[in-house]
C-alpha cells in the first residue's frame, strides 16, 4: 500500500465529506430526524459506503469509490410531510430498485429512455432553491457569508475539489472570531439506531422513484463514465447489485442511497496515486478505512455544525450545489427537442409544489414528460416538408 493511495484516498474522503455533510444533516432535518437518528445516519451511509468500496475494488480489482447521493440528499431536504419512518421506507424502495435494475436489464432500459433533459430539469429543479437562498444568507450575515463566497471562488480557480473544504474551515474560524461559541467537545461513539420503516405509496412515487432516478442519471452513470474515461471497464452490473442490496440495508438504520462516486472518484484514478494502474484498485481500501474513520466522528461534526449560525450552514449547502445545479442546467438545455419539456419540468419541480401527498419532484417529471410526449406525438404526425 504505497503512501499516494493512501493520500489520495484521504483527500477524495474528506472532499466528499466536507463538500456535502450540510446537505445530509439539512435532508436529516427535513424527515425530522432526532440528533441519534442523524448521527446513525451518517455512520451508517459512511459504514455502507466503506464496505461496498473496498469490496466491489478487492472483488473486480477496479477502483471503485462510492459515495452519498448529494442530489438525492436535496431532493430529501425539499421534501416536506415526511417522517423519518416512512422516509425510511423510501429509502428500503430505492436500494431494492436499484438492485432490480443491476439484475433486471429491461428495468435499466426503460430508465435510459427518460429523456437526458428531464431528468437534468428535474435535478435542476431540486437544487435551484437551494442557491438561490445562498443569497438571502449573504444579506442576513455578509461579515461572515460574503468572505466565504469569497474564499470559495478564489480556491475554486485553482482547485474545484477543495473549494468547497475550504469555504466551511472559513466559516467555521469567522463563526469563532465573530462570537460564536462551540459547546464543549467529546468524541462519544456513534450507535446505529435501528428505525422501523413506514411503506406509504405516495411518499414512495413522490421521494423514491424520484431518488432512485436521480440516483441513476446524475450519480450512477457519470460515475461508471468515469471509470471508462481513466481506462477501465466499470463493472455496471456489480456495482448496481452490491449498492442497492447495501442501501437497502443501511437505510434501516436511517441511510439514503449510497451509489458510484464521480467528482470524488477521479481523484482515486489517476496515475499520481500508483503508476501501474493494475494496481490501483488498493485505494478503495483505504478509502474505506478513511470513511470508517468518518463515521466514527459524525458526532463531533453534527456538534460543530449545529453550533454555527443558521446562515453559515445555508450558504454552505448554496455553494456545495452550485457545480452540481450547473451540471444539471447544461444537460437540461443541451437537447433542443428537449428545451421545453426541460424548463417545464424545473419550473414544476422548483415550485415545490405537492399534491396527494406526492412531492415536486414526482410532478415536475410528470409534467416534462406529457410535454416531450405531445410534442413528439405533434411532430410525428406533421407531414414531411416538401422540397424546393
Known amino acids: 500500500m504505497r503512501l499516494s493511495v493512501i493520500s489520495a484516498a484521504l483527500v477524495a474522503a474528506l472532499v466528499g465529506y466536507a463538500a456535502s455533510v450540510a446537505i445530509v444533516l439539512a435532508a436529516a432535518a427535513a424527515v425530522g430526524a432526532t440528533v441519534d437518528q442523524t448521527a446513525s445516519w451518517l455512520l451508517a451511509i459512511s459504514l455502507g459506503k466503506a464496505l461496498g468500496s473496498a469490496l466491489l475494488s478487492w472483488r473486480t480489482r477496479v477502483p471503485v469509490v462510492l459515495a452519498w447521493s448529494t442530489p438525492g440528499a ?46 437534468a430539469g428535474m435535478l435542476a429543479g431540486v437544487l435551484l432553491p437551494f442557491c438561490l437562498k445562498g443569497a438571502l444568507a449573504a444579506q442576513a450575515l455578509p461579515l461572515i457569508v460574503l468572505p466565504m463566497v469569497a474564499l470559495f471562488v ?109 467528482i470524488t472518484a477521479a481523484i482515486c484514478l489517476g496515475p499520481e496515486v500508483h503508476p501501474d494502474r493494475n494496481q490501483r484498485w488498493k485505494v478503495g481500501l483505504a478509502y474505506g478505512g478513511a470513511w470508517v474513520a468518518l463515521g466514527l466522528l459524525s458526532p463531533l461534526i453534527i456538534t460543530v455544525l449545529a453550533a454555527l449560525p443558521g446562515e453559515v450552514v445555508t450558504a454552505l449547502v448554496a455553494l456545495a450545489l452550485l457545480g452540481p445545479l450547473m451540471g444539471a442546467l447544461s444537460g437540461a438545455f443541451a437537447a433542443p427537442p428537449q428545451r421545453f419539456a426541460a424548463i417545464m419540468t424545473l419550473a414544476v419541480t422548483g415550485s415545490g409544489v405537492a399534491a396527494f401527498g406526492v412531492g415536486a419532484a414526482f410532478w415536475g417529471l410528470t409534467a416534462g414528460l406529457a410535454v416531450y410526449g405531445l410534442e413528439r406525438l405533434r411532430h410525428d404526425a406533421m407531414p414531411p416538408k416538401q422540397g424546393s
Open 154 to 262: 478564489v480556491v475554486r480557480m485553482f482547485s474545484p475539489a477543495f473549494a468547497v473544504l475550504a469555504a466551511l474551515g472559513g466559516g467555521v474560524g469567522l463563526a469563532l472570531i465573530t462570537g460564536t461559541t462551540l459547546p464543549e467537545l467529546g468524541l462519544p461513539v456513534p450507535i446505529l439506531t435501528l428505525i422501523v420503516p413506514e411503506f406509504r405509496l405516495s411518499v414512495i412515487i413522490g421521494l423514491g422513484v424520484p431518488l432512485y432516478l436521480v440516483t441513476m442519471a446524475s450519480q450512477n452513470l457519470p460515475g461508471f463514465a468515469v471509470l471508462r474515461a481513466a481506462g477501465y471497464e466499470p463493472p455496471v452490473g456489480p456495482a448496481l447489485r452490491a449498492t442497492g442490496v447495501i442501501s437497502a440495508i443501511t437505510a434501516f438504520f436511517g441511510a439514503h442511497t449510497v451509489n458510484m462516486a464521480a
Open 74 to 119: 436535496a431532493l430529501i431536504a425539499a421534501t416536506g410531510g415526511i417522517n423519518m419512518a416512512e422516509a425510511v421506507g423510501a429509502f428500503v424502495a430505492v436500494g431494492a430498485m436499484i438492485l432490480l435494475t443491476g439484475t433486471w436489464r429491461a428495468l435499466g432500459q426503460l430508465v435510459a429512455r427518460i429523456p437526458d433533459g428531464i431528468a
